[in-house]
């Protein structure tokens, strides 16, 4: 009796630790894209044909980047954050040669120190620019239809809006698929 009670006992702890882990798993499943972002360390954006650009700061819905051509902002439905297992390795700008704190193919340089993660803020998209807009800044916005380039003149909840040669140009944000800001403001 006593060896059914103690095979009953750890069947039962046995059933609650893997209940445990289940509920655990699923609870890191449905972390938001924010949260998981900003518990990891440094990223860069996905752009394509093998190129990226590391993530500077990271918004409720968006990611900034940047390389040589100016800032990007990236709306979160369109955006591929990649983090490397242990410490990151930027030993190339986006399009540009190795970097000089380290060798090409080699860990960091004596006296230079792994990249910290991006910081992470409150604001999201539409704050952002929002912010962007009141400065005036140069901008060109990449959608599906093509890129517009032209002042940055407002950012509503549901679409911007862009100066350009040919007059204003309105893109719902759904439709935007990137925006760089021109470095010069």
């Known amino acids: 009796m006593a060896d059914l009670d103690a095979t009953f006992e750890a069947a039962a702890a046995r059933a609650e630790d893997e209940a445990a882990s289940d509920l655990a798993f699923s609870l890191a499943q449905e972390i938001c894209w924010f949260d998981s972002l900003r518990r990891g360390g440094a990223a860069s954006v996905a752009l394509g044909e093998g190129r990226t650009a590391a993530v500077e700061a990271i918004g409720r819905d968006y990611v900034m980047a940047g390389d040589r051509g100016g800032l990007m902002i990236i709306p979160a439905a369109h955006a591929v954050v990649l983090r490397r297992q242990g410490p990151p390795r930027r030993d190339r700008d986006a399009d540009g040669p190795p970097r000089r ?18 910081p992470a803020g409150e604001d999201n998209l539409v704050a952002l620019l929002r912010r962007l807009a ?29 100066a350009g040669h040919g007059g204003e140009v309105v893109v719902g944000m759904g439709a935007v698929v990137r925006i760089r800001v021109d470095r010069g403001g």
């Open 101 to 118: 704190d380290r060798d090409a193919d080699g860990p960091p340089r004596h006296g230079t120190t792994a990249e910290p993660a991006p």
């Open 134 to 162: 009141r400065t005036g800044c140069g901008v060109e916005v990449t959608t599906a239809s093509g890129a517009f380039r032209g002042r940055l003149l407002r950012a509503g909840g549901d679409h911007l809006a862009v």
